[in-house]
T-cell receptor
């Protein structure tokens, strides 16, 4: 299957700082990328959907000013957690999909964010 | 309300044994159903994807079934291995929007003991 690379895999940051997570589709053009958050032993929760070149669509309850998403190219989307707090500590996963609706979505390896 | 329910929540089996995981969904309209394997601290990896017209699909020791009438799916793992220990997630996609939204189950945590 196609490869989606997420970086970094782990990051520890101080409270109040910002952290950027990158999601790259390595061998296909991702017209749509999704960002998820996963708590321990819980399912993935969709945070936002982004289409290349347009503003992201955020799920209800997700603060768009706190979780900045940029999808500037067909192979790269970034999630920036601004002014991070300990409650933002979580596992963040991106997935990417190409072209038509309901095509296979491939997931990145995930990023473990710890805010201290 | 579109939901995906998985059972059991967790399962422990001995190496070499078979097991079956269940998924019930209420997602409508239905487009496809996928099973993913997620190792701890990693992103999900696709095992199978089935559309409305497909009843069964295999991927090595993994065999998924789908009954679109009863809205049930199962994932059967044969001759389990230690490396099968992971969370198995059932994901259903609708066709109600151009983006085909994904609905995730909470997963079944499988542990294979030697």
């Amino acid at each position: 299957g196609a490869v989606v690379s997420q970086h970094p895999s782990r990051v520890i940051c101080k409270s109040g700082t910002s952290v950027k997570i990158e999601c790259r589709s390595l061998d296909f053009q991702a017209t749509t990328m999704f960002w998820y958050r996963q708590f321990p032993k819980k399912s993935l929760m969709l945070m936002a959907t982004s289409n290349e070149g347009s503003k992201a669509t955020y799920e209800q309850g997700v603060e768009k000013d706190k979780f900045l998403i940029n999808h500037a190219s067909l192979t790269l989307s970034t999630l920036t957690v601004t002014s991070a707090h300990p409650e933002d500590s979580s596992f963040y996963i991106c997935s990417a999909r190409s072209g038509q609706t309901n095509t296979e979505a491939f997931f990145g390896q995930g990023t473990r964010l710890t805010v201290v | 309300k579109n939901q995906v329910e998985q059972s059991p929540q967790s399962l422990i089996i001995l190496e070499g044994k078979n097991c079956t995981l269940q998924c019930n969904y209420t997602v409508s309209p239905f487009s496809n159903l996928r099973w993913y394997k997620q190792d701890t601290g990693r992103g999900p990896v696709s095992l199978t994807i089935m559309t409305f017209s497909e009843n069964t699909k295999s991927n090595g020791r993994y065999t998924a079934t789908l009954d679109a009438d009863t809205k049930q799916s199962s994932l059967h793992i044969t001759a389990s291995q230690l490396s099968d220990s992971a969370s198995y997630i059932c994901v259903v996609s609708d066709r109600g929007s151009t983006l085909g939204r994904l609905y995730f189950g909470r997963g079944t945590q499988l542990t294979v003991w030697p």
